[in-house]
């Protein structure tokens, strides 16, 4: 394991979440970090992306508007905002790190992985 992820959980639809991906043992100055998730029964996709130089990527048509990525330098750490949360919103989400830029959503494409965190919207 190469990131550690919190903040997921369980929240009503329409609700909010901030999801935070800690590396252990680099720095990610010079890494792009992107979110993926998977969702039951589905495979790995990619969400959103930051880079190095803080350029945003968005890979996914669902993550318009509603999803925020930051990058808090001196915590070394990368955030996920999720707002207006849907029952399709519901997955296990990853962090996962690219050197240099974002590279298009192929998880080959990504060095480090977390284990994920779960996020559950039901009412």
């Known amino acids: 394991v190469q990131f550690v992820e919190s903040g997921g959980g369980l929240v009503q639809p329409g609700g909010s979440l901030r999801l935070s991906c800690a590396p252990s043992?680099?720095?990610?100055?010079?890494?792009?970090v992107a979110w993926f998730r998977q969702a039951p029964g589905r495979g790995r996709e990619g969400v959103i992306c930051?880079?190095?130089?803080?350029?945003?990527?968005e890979f996914a048509d669902s993550a318009k508007g509603r999803f925020t990525i930051s990058r808090d330098s001196a915590k070394n750490t990368v955030s996920l905002q999720i707002n207006g949360l849907r029952p399709e919103d519901t997955a296990v989400y990853y962090c996962?790190?690219?050197?240099?830029?974002?590279?298009?959503?192929?998880?080959?494409?990504?060095?480090?992985w977390g284990q994920g965190t779960q996020v559950t919207v039901s009412s």
């Open positions: 996962a790190a690219s050197y240099g830029d974002c590279p298009p959503p192929a998880l080959y494409e990504y060095e480090h």
């Open positions: 043992g680099f720095g990610l100055d010079h890494y792009s």
């Open positions: 930051i880079s190095s130089g803080n350029v945003v990527t």
